[in-house]
């Protein structure tokens, strides 16, 4: 089967400006989910979906970054303005809505925020 | 909340020879998973090996095995005939079990690099 696509791979922007990534998750699956992770941290959840449904944004800083999934397939996480502190890497997973099963994540992308 | 912590934030290992991992959690729930992940440089995030809490027997997985002390609350990860191809940032996490919010939590990760 695919595997979760995610684009870009690199994004270099400058403080204040505005970046979107982009994710297919792999067929079939209900939930997606996007990860931030900081250079040398472990990944951390910013916004899990159901279908086309937020399940948990608790961790996402609204007043910059919104996302959502349309459609309940792909997903698109943007940063508006973009801060230095948020360069790291954006992980997409997804998983089927089948009680438990094993989190399907993507290559991610690299935000890199001068 | 739940915190996941890895004292280890780097270790080597001969090919070959076995090494071991380790990982402490926090938690108030008596049910949930923990999960070992692999991230190679091409930073895709690998699934090596699950462990349900209530379960005694600790999970295998070919040359990747766990020791999982629920009391403690650690969950460590041995690695037996290491390859090269084992080189990565290893990540232990914790899900909450039940509900439909499958969020990981992870801990901040060891570099294993295997050398030949």
């Known amino acids: 089967e695919a595997g979760v696509a995610q684009s870009p791979r690199y994004k270099i922007i400058e403080k204040r400006q505005s970046v979107a990534f982009w994710c297919n998750p792999i067929?079939?699956?209900?939930?997606l989910y996007w990860y931030q992770q900081i250079l040398g941290q472990g990944p951390k959840l910013l916004i899990q979906?159901?279908?086309?449904?937020?399940?948990?944004d608790s961790q996402l800083p609204k007043d910059r970054f919104s996302a959502e999934r349309l459609k309940g397939v792909d997903s698109t996480l943007k940063i508006q303005p973009a801060k230095l502190e948020d360069s790291a890497v954006y992980l997409c997973?997804?998983?089927?809505?089948?009680?438990?099963?094993?989190?399907?994540f993507g290559n991610g992308t690299r935000l890199t925020v001068t | 909340a739940q915190t996941v912590t890895q004292s280890q934030p780097e270790m080597s290992v001969q090919e070959a020879e076995t090494v071991t991992l380790s990982c402490t959690y926090d938690?108030?729930?008596?049910?949930?998973?923990l999960f070992w992940y692999k991230q190679p440089p091409s930073r895709q995030m690998i699934l090596v090996i699950r462990?349900?809490?209530?379960?005694?027997q600790n999970a295998t997985e070919n040359r990747f095995s766990v020791n999982f002390q629920k009391a403690a609350k650690s969950f460590s990860l041995k690695i037996s005939d290491s390859q090269l191809g084992d080189t990565a940032m290893y990540f232990c996490?914790?899900?909450?079990?039940?509900?439909?919010?499958?969020?990981?939590?992870f801990g901040k990760g060891t570099l294993l690099t295997v050398n030949p």
């Open positions: 996490a914790f899900m909450k079990q039940g509900g439909s919010n499958y969020k990981l939590t």
């Open positions: 979906f159901q279908n086309n449904g937020v399940v948990d």
């Open positions: 997973a997804s998983s089927l809505d089948v009680g438990w099963s094993p989190l399907h």
């Open positions: 938690t108030s729930e008596n049910n949930y998973y």
């Open positions: 067929s079939g699956h209900a939930t």
């Open positions: 462990q349900e809490a209530y379960k005694q």
